[in-house]
């Protein structure tokens, strides 16, 4: 059936947008191109030293049109037409102030190199004094405990400590903002030309993980909540939105506009947006038992449940210390929970930018030219990690005497804190570089371990795990590490584009190709490339390096609780 439909998934990450044309049929790629973020990749509008990362909404823009180009170009003729539904996923929680019409401040001339104005990424830390008043308040007040559903913690990655945080910030943003919008909501709303920030179907996904929304407190927290929270949130709730949508559903139809931008066809289907790990683990395969993990520059940890295993004879039952558990935010009309860490191939990349310091005196050494200099120290620099890693497996556990930490930005799960500081324990004049980059490898396998075990703990299987991303992808060792600290079998999804091709899935049943998601999946799963087996003489090794993996997690903790009472 050569003419059966095709269908697009949008991947936004951290650093760029993968635009990926999927055949309906059986799921395989039939192209796909990766666009980087101009500005971000040059580091504008950030600065890492205060915890603070934002991205333009041109960035979004335009590698999205340059993404969908490359990949339409490198396709089959008449590839175009036969794209029949689009979805896209992206990084959350990365919100925006909008105007009455929901474009994004930072697109007006006014605001264009404003970062209040722009996208707040994921992994922006700026609003820690806004989360914990959330958390204080949610817990102390006479209502409804708002973080209930969000593992009972809120965290400054999210929605309301990053909208907060910038209206207190910023007297002209809070002035012009109408409302505030996810990168996953403004996307299908900006290719469907919606116009109208109350129109917008927003993401179940988005909003039950990441901003306390829940059908039994009729939609998001009250207003007298936010009132008493602060009074500059007075009335937003009713330009917010009431109610969600799983991804499963259309978000409307291509407008001419960006059917002409893109070169696809006008009115087809577009998908409503969600979260890039939700819409990876549903082209990994996710299934009841499974343990999705995506291994990118953070991590995210998901499983799903049947809605009638939450139900207990005390009422529903709560996952504590999680990114949420919400009805329908992986697969539709099941329990979606998510957890993860909050540095994870960031901070392999963090080490390699440590031990590349020194190249940047190249070019200032006798007789190397310039052009040689920066050759010399990018092909060094690329090859840091690989090296790394084949002196790391040569190291046997029990011998490296060096333990981390894996809290270089603050501790997602279990427990928010993101406050809390990363360490590395039991360094020697003999420790060299391998030993230490398998300590940090083992950190965060040490840090899987615990979210599975939380998992565990509270009633949620953790039967097989499925491993996808980048170092999933590109690091047997890391890998094979967590497997072995974990002491269970990973499988590695066969996709080099799991976000994308699960962004297909979603397009597909938005489209009308298949009923619903499971169909889907069973149509398009790709499988598994690789499988490791933990390594048993490793087990008792790993048990007692994570028992003081623990103990120095919790001496750290208590040192900060220390510090809180002497401020």
Request: glycine residues 10%; contains cysteine; hydrophobic residues 40%.
């Amino acid at each position: 059936m050569t003419d059966y439909p095709l269908v697009l998934g949008l991947d936004f990450g951290t650093d760029s947008c993968r635009a990926v044309i999927v055949d309906a049929k059986d799921g395989s790629t039939v192209s796909n191109y990766v666009s980087a973020y101009r500005r971000w990749s040059k580091g504008k509008y950030c600065e890492a030293s205060e915890n603070r990362f934002r991205q333009h909404p041109l960035d979004y823009i335009e590698a999205m049109q340059d993404s969908v180009k490359g990949a339409l170009k490198q396709a089959p003729e008449g590839t175009a037409e036969r794209i029949a539904g689009i979805s896209a996923a992206t990084t959350g929680s990365t919100p925006a102030a909008v105007d009455r019409t929901g474009m994004p401040l930072a697109l007006l001339p006014a605001f264009s190199e404003n970062p209040n104005a722009m996208f707040i990424l994921w992994k922006d830390h700026t609003a820690l004094k806004e989360a914990e008043e959330i958390n204080k308040l949610s817990h102390s007040w006479s209502g409804t405990d708002y973080t209930k559903y969000e593992g009972g913690i809120y965290s400054s990655e999210w929605f309301w400590a990053k909208m907060l945080h910038v209206l207190r910030e910023d007297k002209e943003v809070r002035k012009s903002a109408y409302s505030w919008m996810e990168h996953c909501d403004w996307m299908p709303a900006l290719l469907t030309g919606n116009k109208d920030s109350l129109a917008v179907k927003r993401s179940r996904c988005a909003a039950g993980h990441k901003a306390m929304w829940h059908e039994s407190f009729g939609g998001l927290p009250s207003n007298e909540f936010l009132v008493k929270l602060d009074p500059l949130l007075g009335g937003i709730r009713e330009r917010l939105y009431k109610y969600t949508y799983t991804s499963d559903v259309p978000a409307g139809k291509l407008c001419r506009e960006w059917a002409d931008r893109l070169g696809l066809k006008e009115g087809i289907a577009v998908g409503v947006g969600a979260l890039d790990a939700h819409m990876g683990a549903v082209g990994a395969g996710i299934t009841v038992g499974s343990f999705v993990k995506v291994m990118g520059t953070s991590s995210c940890d998901m499983a799903v449940a049947e809605k009638g295993g939450f139900k207990t004879k005390k009422g529903e039952k709560l996952v504590k210390g999680i990114c949420g558990q919400v009805d329908g935010s992986i697969m539709p009309g099941m329990i979606g929970l998510e957890a993860g860490q909050s540095a994870f191939g960031d901070i392999y990349a963090w080490f390699k930018d440590i031990l590349s310091w020194p190249l940047k005196l190249i070019s200032g050494l006798g007789g190397v030219d310039s052009d040689s200099a920066k050759k010399i120290a990018e092909s060094v620099r690329n090859s840091i990690l690989s090296e790394l890693d084949k002196e790391a497996v040569k190291i046997n556990p029990e011998e490296s005497g060096v333990i981390a930490v894996d809290w270089l930005n603050g501790r997602r799960t279990p427990d928010a804190n993101q406050a809390l500081k990363g360490a590395i324990y039991g360094l020697t004049l003999g420790t060299n570089a391998p030993r230490i980059y398998r300590a940090l490898v083992e950190a965060t396998a040490f840090g899987t371990r615990r979210i599975a075990e939380r998992f565990e703990e509270e009633g949620v299987p953790v039967d097989n795990i499925i491993a996808i991303g980048g170092v999933a992808k590109n690091s047997p060792f890391v890998v094979q590490t967590i497997a072995d600290v974990m002491k269970k079998r990973i499988k590695v999804s066969a996709s080099d584009q799991t976000v994308g091709l699960g962004a297909a899935m979603f397009a597909a049943v938005a489209g009308g190709i298949y009923r619903d998601i499971p169909e889907a999946q069973k149509a398009m799963e790709c499988g598994f490339e690789a499988e490791y087996e933990p390594n048993e003489s490793y087990a008792e090794i790993y048990d007692k390096l994570y028992n003081k993996y623990i103990r120095i997690g919790s001496f750290i903790e208590e040192e900060y609780r220390k510090s809180l009472e002497r401020v």
